[in-house]
């Protein structure tokens, strides 16, 4: 089982900007994808971003396309969500996981089988 770290959760205004990184402690397979969540208080945790490891097919939320950007670096073994134009209905905790390949649809927490421990995100108005 692979141990997920994310990093780069902070404050900011709105319209800012952040970087979340999420770095394994194993290396990820291609057999793989790598996700981003996000959950709000009071709120089921929703499907946010979603990068292929061997392939470069990404998925986003309608909410951020166009606002917010996965990417990985393979050597590093991490993988980004780069947040631009934030706002105040982006707050939430941030998670990244890992999915095995035909676990289920991208966008379903249940098919992702590794969690980070998350880190928090507030955007201000």
């Known amino acids: 089982q692979v141990q997920l770290s994310e990093s780069g959760g902070g404050s900011a205004q709105a319209g800012g900007s ?3 990184s999420c770095t394994a402690s194993g290396r990820i397979s291609g057999t793989y994808a790598m996700g981003w969540f996000r959950q709000a208080p ?3 945790r929703e499907f946010v971003a979603a990068i292929g490891w ?11 396309q166009g606002r917010f950007t996965v990417s990985k670096d393979i050597a590093k073994n991490t993988v980004y969500l780069q947040m631009n134009s934030l706002k105040p209905e982006d707050t939430a905790v941030y998670y990244c ?8 649809e991208y966008y379903q927490p249940a098919a992702y089988d590794s969690w980070g421990q998350g880190t928090q995100v507030t955007v201000s108005s």
Request: overall charge positive.
């Open 97 to 104: 996981a890992r999915r095995p390949d035909g676990a289920g």
């Open 42 to 44: 009071g709120k089921g």
């Open 54 to 64: 061997s392939s470069d097919y990404t998925y986003y939320l309608n909410a951020v």
């Open 18 to 20: 952040l970087l979340l």
